[in-house]
Nanobody, 126 residues
């Protein structure tokens, strides 16, 4: 049974930092694109960013570029989301997900993420 388990959420002040971790029980972890998504209260799920199979490429939504960094450790089946200079608008439940892009594409589209974690709450106070 595939499981993705996020941890590291909590309360931070504006301008502060948090690091989220996601432990994956995928037997072929290094074959999967790993992404992070978030959902704010009353909002829709939003793509945050993703990292490629070996951690050499990343992509981010514009609102987090320069503040968030995604990395992965394939030896430990883990992916990380380092969040710096946090803003109240970053308050959300954060989810990690595993996906596989279609042939010829680098990144999965949102609906092409097959496995999801249960989420971890991040709250940024002003």
């Amino acid at each position: 049974q595939v499981q993705l388990v996020e941890s590291g959420g909590g309360l931070a002040q504006t301008g502060g930092s948090l690091t989220l971790s996601c432990a994956a029980s995928l037997s072929t972890f290094s074959s999967w694109i790993m992404g992070w998504f978030r959902q704010a209260p009353g909002g829709e799920r939003e793509f945050v960013g993703a990292v490629n199979w070996i951690g050499t490429e990343t992509t981010y939504v514009d609102s987090v570029k320069g503040r968030f960094t995604i990395s992965r450790d394939n030896a430990k089946n883990m992916v990380f989301l380092q969040m710096n200079n946090l803003k109240p608008a970053d308050t959300a439940v954060y989810y990690c997900a595993a996906g596989f892009p279609p042939y010829g594409k680098t990144w999965p589209r949102d609906w092409e993420y097959n496995y999801w974690g249960q989420g971890t709450q991040v709250t940024v106070s002003s």
